[in-house]
């Protein structure tokens, strides 16, 4: 029976990555990592066969030697853990048979030159990718968003070779609603609304012309499910590890100053704002309405996604993020008590 420790299950990626794994392989002995018995109680109630083991990243010890155990290690709790993504590593090299370390990154590691070139709402021409670029994707600058954690895990199998054997997924910008457990709501996007409706305008930083690659995070997770179904496989399947274990999700670019737009009409639309006028906002007033809101709305991550495509037959297959935008916006307006819910409208 395969064993899968996986933390980070109550979250949003791994809480939609952990309902299709799960539902696709019933079969698999999954120990999931819970900070309390809340958030445990959350995954009990719809996982019954999962094991819970309660702690965080910072307890270095049950993360060591759960992942010693496990045949695969699903990493989603925090792409900028030190101490946590050491201890995982710690616990693959102690281990006897092969193993498998999954990682969780992120595409703001491409909007490196942005951060610190300050241009924050401009177009870059520059596009990544993980098959012919990768070489440039693995030696980026330390001091680049999720890098060190990158490098950790990018080093794990020199630790034990032959027995270690790590991919890195790096998902863009993430949308739609979760399957998970508990947190079922994304950030960039659903942040950049509820801003808009709690200001009662729209706004993108500087001009709005800066680029992302999107991913459906139902999409997302089947890119997880495509390196388990291989690190099931003797040899580890069609994927590539290690070096060559980088992988993006993507289904196509979107600019930002177009969902600003897309979000201030849907919200004008239903009264909710008074106009569909956009406001152009400096980095230190996207930092206000967000952490890193300069960062996550002004800067261009752009990374094709290639390797999942080639290799493991992924094809993106849901809508688009602007065409979330509508569902998106009334489900942050009921958050925010500026709409009706379906009972309240039922109840006149």
């Known amino acids: 029976m395969t064993k899968v420790f996986i933390t980070g299950a109550t979250g949003y990626i791994g809480g939609d990555a952990l309902y299709v794994i799960a539902n696709t392989y019933p079969d698999l002995a999954i120990t999931a990592l819970v900070r309390n018995s809340d958030k445990g109680a959350k995954i009990a109630a719809q ?24 045949d695969i290690t699903l ?24 193993g498998y370390l999954i990682h969780t ?20 021409e520059k596009v990544y990718d993980d098959w ?10 330390d001091h680049w968003s999720h ?5 950790i895990v990018l080093a794990a199998s020199s630790k034990n ?33 509820k801003n808009t409706l709690s200001r009662g305008k729209g706004f993108h930083v500087g001009d709005g012309k800066n680029v992302w690659h999107e991913v459906h995070v ?13 690190a099931r496989q003797p040899g580890g399947g069609k994927a590539t590890w290690n070096d060559e274990g980088y992988y993006f999700a993507e289904s196509g670019e979107f600019v930002w100053g177009d969902i600003s737009k897309a979000i201030a009409k849907a919200a004008a639309d239903r009264k909710l704002i008074a106009s569909t006028e956009l406001d152009s906002v400096s980095a230190e007033e996207a930092d206000k309405f967000t952490r890193k809101g300069s960062y996550i709305w002004g800067t261009n991550s752009r990374g094709k996604a290639i390797r999942a495509r080639k290799l493991l037959g992924w094809e993106p297959k849901q809508k688009s993020l602007v065409d979330t935008i509508e569902d998106l916006v009334v489900r942050e307006a009921k958050a925010l008590g500026l709409a009706k819910t379906h009972q309240e409208v039922a109840s006149g």
């Open 47 to 70: 996982y019954t066969k999962i094991k819970l083991v309660y702690g965080n990243l910072d307890n270095a010890d049950i993360l060591t030697e759960e992942t010693a155990k496990a």
């Open 75 to 98: 990493h989603f709790a925090d792409s900028d853990h030190v101490a946590g993504a050491n201890a995982i590593v710690a616990g693959l090299a102690q281990k006897q048979t092969p």
């Open 105 to 124: 990154s992120g595409t703001g590691i491409l909007g490196g030159a942005d951060w610190d070139n300050k241009t924050f709402g401009t177009l870059s």
């Open 218 to 230: 139902q999409d997302l997770s089947n890119v997880y499910l495509a390196l388990v179904t291989a």
């Open 161 to 193: 070779p032959g027995n270690v054997f790590t991919a890195i997924v790096t998902p863009p910008t993430i949308y739609g609603p979760g399957r998970g457990p508990d947190n079922q709501r994304s950030h960039q996007v659903p942040e950049l609304t």
């Open 132 to 141: 012919d670029g990768l070489g440039e994707v693995t030696s980026f600058p």
């Open 147 to 151: 890098r060190d954690i990158d490098k």
